[in-house]
């Protein structure tokens, strides 16, 4: 088998690693003729760090990652309050990462394209797809490079304005507001504590204003801020401008502008994930606005169910691709609105993040099964013993492509390849689970 990805961001590398790792050939082309440098995505949510343990990137990400800080928040030019978005929480048996982290999209790309590289694999810059055809057994496509090559399947990971899915017909149902503009960018910003985010709000109105957050792995800032007029300046002049204007004048000194942007809030969601031997995934099939922090996170879980799913091939499998994912981005896109709303209406809660951002509590179960856990549900880590007597997680033992079996105190032994004997109390009682059960644990960490 073999697979062509359209895009290298966070959703096409995650995808590719899940492929290669399972030993199929694939190929990530990406447009660009330079790999992005900034932040734009840069939380990262729990249930993407459970994800990365079982990627094995786990370790670097939170290396290189800072949580997040709290905000000192100024209103007309005076020191007011220090809050935090979310209170930190201590990891539990069943959720060992319960807080999110904080690292630039370009670091958590440089760090999933170093892992692919391990595979043997290279993402190529400067090759865009330019059309394709498919049958019922394989995809042609033409790149830009003038070659043309035939894939089992194609998935379109190239972002809102996929070219894949225009390609394929596919409506993107949705709105672009252009009342609302923000400008963004990466900045280093010399008179601030760099161990703490800062909100300058207006005397006025304290949710308008800029804010400034601080990024791991240097003195840069991820910058804010509203802007009223049809213009925007995107210069490093014209953010010092916005710094003056609501910190007051001598407050932070502006430099290293390495990134920025003008973002209008863009919500939609694509008809159909799929058509034949093509998918689409992450930005590509869904638009989040930045609130609550969904948008990568989305992506790269979309990458993460379907991978295993295009290594198995069966029709059957494949179709769930869209059923799970589509209508996962659904509600996601329901939360990242609600929480933009909110800050658009003023309301101060709206700097907080609510306990379904965590995206630990993404389930494809039926909705109308009210067990405390049943299929569909996330697989939660927990204690136990492996068969050398080694104490050891649940989340350990998942680690990598497969499947596996977990037995509670069985009287027979099994043959599957990935049986664990389950006799921790504790795993007992976080699975709701009797002596005799089995539970059978998806690749991608999910109850079969």
Do not use: C
């Not at 209170?87 to 394209?113: C, F, H, I, K, W």
């Not at 596996?404 to 004997?421: E, I």
């Amino acid at each position: 088998m073999n697979v062509l990805i359209a895009g290298a961001g966070p959703t096409g590398l995650t995808l590719a690693i899940e492929l290669a790792r399972r030993g199929i050939a694939v190929r990530v082309i990406d447009k660009a003729t330079e790999f992005f440098n900034g932040s734009r995505g840069d939380g990262l949510q729990p249930r993407t760090l459970e994800v990365f343990e079982d990627l094995e990137v786990l370790d670097e990400v939170l290396r290189q990652s800072r949580t997040m800080p709290p905000i000192k928040v100024h209103v007309g030019g005076r020191f007011v309050d220090e809050r935090r978005m979310a209170e930190p929480v201590e990891p539990t048996p069943d959720v060992p990462y319960p807080n999110g982290a904080m690292l630039s999209q370009s670091r958590t790309e440089q760090l999933l394209r170093d892992k692919l590289s391990q595979y043997g694999v290279s993402v190529e810059l400067r090759t865009a797809i330019t059309g394709f055809t498919q049958t019922a057994d394989v995809v042609t496509a033409e790149l830009s490079t003038g070659e043309t090559l035939t894939a089992d399947y194609l998935v379109g990971a190239d972002g809102g304005k996929s070219f894949v899915r225009k390609h394929l017909g596919i409506a993107f149902e949705g709105t672009t507001d252009d009342s609302i503009r923000m400008l963004l960018g990466d900045v280093a910003a010399d008179g601030l504590d760099h161990e703490f985010g800062h909100w300058f709000g207006a005397a006025d109105n304290p949710m308008s204003g800029i804010v400034l957050t601080p990024l791991s792995g240097g003195d840069q800032f991820q910058f804010g801020a509203p802007l009223d007029g049809d213009d925007a300046d995107t210069s490093l002049e014209g953010l010092q401008e916005l710094v003056d204007k609501f910190a007051g004048t001598g407050t932070a000194k502006l430099r290293d502008l390495t990134w920025s942007t003008v973002w209008r809030p863009n919500v939609r969601l694509a008809a159909k994930f799929r058509v034949g031997r093509v998918f689409i995934a992450g930005d590509a099939a869904h638009v989040h606005p930045p609130t609550g922090g969904q948008g990568l996170n989305t992506g790269i879980q979309d990458a993460y169910n379907l991978g295993w799913k295009l290594a198995d091939g069966r029709e059957e499998v494949l179709a769930t691709y869209e059923t799970e994912r589509r209508t996962n981005a659904e509600r996601v896109l329901g939360i990242s609105q609600d929480l933009m709303q909110r800050h658009v209406d003023g309301d101060e809660s709206a700097m907080e993040r609510g306990e379904n951002t965590r995206q630990l509590d993404i389930s494809y179960r039926d909705r109308s099964d009210t067990r405390p856990l049943v299929s569909g549900d996330r697989a939660p880590d927990a204690p136990v013993t492996d068969a050398e007597g080694n104490k050891t997680r649940l989340f350990e033992l998942f680690r990598g492509p497969h499947e596996t079996l977990l037995q509670f105190a069985p009287t027979t032994p099994s043959t599957h390849p990935h049986a664990v004997d389950i006799t921790s109390p504790e795993a007992f009682a976080i699975y709701h689970a009797q002596p005799g059960d089995e539970i059978l644990i998806r690749p991608d960490g999910y109850l079969a």
